[in-house]
Each structure stands twice: as C-alpha cells, then as structure tokens.
C-alpha cells in the first residue's frame, strides 16, 4: 500500500526540483525526505528517482505516481471539505495570502465581513507573491489566497490548486513631473499610448515578478524595449516617483485612489485580473467558501476620480 505522506513529498520533489527544497518547504531534514522517498520506492517496486548530477530526476514511473498522487491528494482534499461542512458552524484558524496591494484594498473589508457573518473564525493573514501560493498552499502554510494575472502574462497552469474569480481592473500608464507637460497621451491602442514614453526611463516590479514581466512584454508590443532605471514592488512608490518625473510605470485601478495630484494616469487596454486560491478539491470547504463569499460582497471597485490631472482615456474614451 502507497503511503499517502510519501506521495505528498514526491509530488513536492516534483514541483521544488530539489530534495533540500522540498525539506525546507515541509520542516523535514534532508536525510528524512530521502528516506521516506526510498521506502516510496520499495513500495511502488520500481524506480521512482534518478540521479542527475547533484540534482534527483523523476523517472517517468515517478511522474506518473505523480499524476495519481495529484489525484489521490484532491479526494483527501474533498474528504476533509465534507467532514467539515458536516460539523455545526465555521470556526477555527484560516491562513490567508494576499498579494500587497491587496492588502489594503480588499482584505480589511473582506475580513469584517467574515467578523460579521462567522465571529468563531479565526483570519490570519500574510502577505505573500503571487509566484509563491501554489507552493504555499501545498505545503499548508496557507488555506486560501488573493492571487492575480495580467494580460500578457497568463498564470501557469497547476493541477494542484483551483482558483475562482474574483475581481478584473484596467491597468494605467502612470506619468509626470516636468516631462509629462504638453505629453498627455491619446490614442486606443497600446503602441499610440505607450509609444511616446519610449525613449523615457521606465518604472517596473522588480525582475522575476508578474509585474515585471507584464511591463517589459506591454513595452515590447508596443514596439520598444522599456529602459528601466527604477524597480519597486510598491504601487504607491511608483505613483510617488511618475509624479515627480523619475519615469513611466504602470499601476492597477485599485492603487490609483489615493494617487498624488502631480501624476497623470492614462487609462490602458490592459487589465489585472485578481482570484481567490486555494487547494484543489477544497472549494467547498465551510471556511474557503465563506471567505469567497465574503471577498466578493466586500469588494466594491472604487471609481477612478475625475480631475484635470487625468488623460481623456481616463474619461472613457478607451477601447474597454
């Protein structure tokens, strides 16, 4: 009989790459994840690991053991939404991520209303990329999570989590200072909205993020490589630096409330879709779906304001 721990550690070797990655990320030694993969081994009677330098490769016995254990650890997943929806109320710790700017603009709300509608619930929330959840949640650091994409750069697809929409917000050019005087741009598509802030430097997330990548590939078609000075994860600092003319970056709707009366935003063809994360099979767990519920009654877009500082796509006149 297979081992369901063992198969929850070939599935992370499969996913981490390394043995001290996958010991890291479920607070075993090294030596104690090869041993139990070992065993795994014995029991399944054939050779589930190769190795590859310094490094263990999966042989395509252990991938497919992966693709059943992916299986056999959403039905487990499903057992444990069922036992607890058999139980009377939703109460107990749930492990929240949120990417950052989530934080303030949707967890708060979407906690008080948890508070209101099930007061035994017990949020505990951390902030967390988006990169990072999937392995977060299949290490069970986290129950559910605020995740997001952008056009340009789709999310990879991952048999291991499901996710459900949430919210979907344009994304604007955020520009100013001295160089903006005189540049407001107009225009529908991104290569006639981009394409005079070519040759300026650019501000982006910092390399290796979602951010980042949307940035350079939105640059890219509009026919330019953006030339980066600044590489800042934070909406509001970006905001801070257009405004004094430090470059040209992109930001959400949902970061622009509180935007500095020197910047101007310009509204983009280009959109951040926002979803809640969880484990595959664990949708209908009481506490996942009540924090579902919660995050989608709690969210209210909020308008982006109407002041001369604004580009006329801001009024509407872009293409949604």
């Known amino acids: 009989m297979l081992d369901v ?20 990320a479920l607070t075993f030694t090294a ?18 690991l190769e190795r ?31 036992l607890a929806g058999a139980r009377e109320g939703i109460g107990g710790p749930l492990r929240i991520g949120t990417f950052p700017s989530g934080g303030p603009a949707i967890v708060p709300a979407t906690l008080a209303e948890l508070a209101q509608r099930h007061p035994a619930l017990e949020p505990m929330v951390q902030e967390i990329d988006s990169a990072r959840v999937s392995d977060g949640l299949r290490a069970g650091e986290l129950d559910v999570a605020l995740v997001h994409d952008y056009d340009f750069v789709p999310a990879s697809p991952d048999t291991t989590v499901d996710q ?55 640059c890219q078609a509009a026919g330019f490589q953006p030339r980066i000075r600044h590489q800042v994860n934070d909406f509001r600092t970006v905001l801070a630096l257009a405004a004094i003319g430090q470059g040209a970056g992109f930001v959400p709707e949902m970061a622009t409330a ?12 280009l959109f951040r879709r926002s979803k809640v994360a969880f484990r595959a099979g664990g949708g209908t767990h009481p506490a996942i779906a009540a924090f579902v519920a919660a995050a989608r009654t709690a969210w209210v877009p909020r308008a982006v304001p109407l002041t001369d500082r604004f580009s006329a796509l801001s009024r509407g006149s872009c293409a949604q």
């Not at 053991?65 to 057992?79: G, P, Y």
């Open 5 to 24: 721990r063992r198969l929850h550690l070939l599935r992370e070797l499969d996913r981490r790459g390394t043995i001290a990655a996958v010991a890291e």
């Open 31 to 48: 030596s104690a994840v090869s041993q139990q993969l070992s065993v795994l081994e014995r029991e399944a009677g054939v050779p589930l």
């Open 52 to 82: 590859s330098g310094r490094r263990v490769v999966l042989t395509p016995a252990g991938r497919t053991l992966v693709t059943h254990a992916d299986a056999v650890l959403e039905r487990l997943e499903l057992a444990v939404s069922e």
């Open 164 to 218: 459900v929409p949430l919210l979907e917000e344009p994304m604007y050019l955020a520009t100013g200072g001295a160089a903006a005087t005189g540049r407001v741009t107009r225009g529908e598509t991104l290569a006639e909205l981009l394409g005079p802030w070519a040759t300026s430097p650019w501000i982006t997330a910092r390399d290796g993020t979602t951010g980042h990548a949307m940035a350079v590939r939105a």
């Open 258 to 269: 509180h935007a500095p009366e020197d910047v101007v935003l310009t509204r983009l063809p």
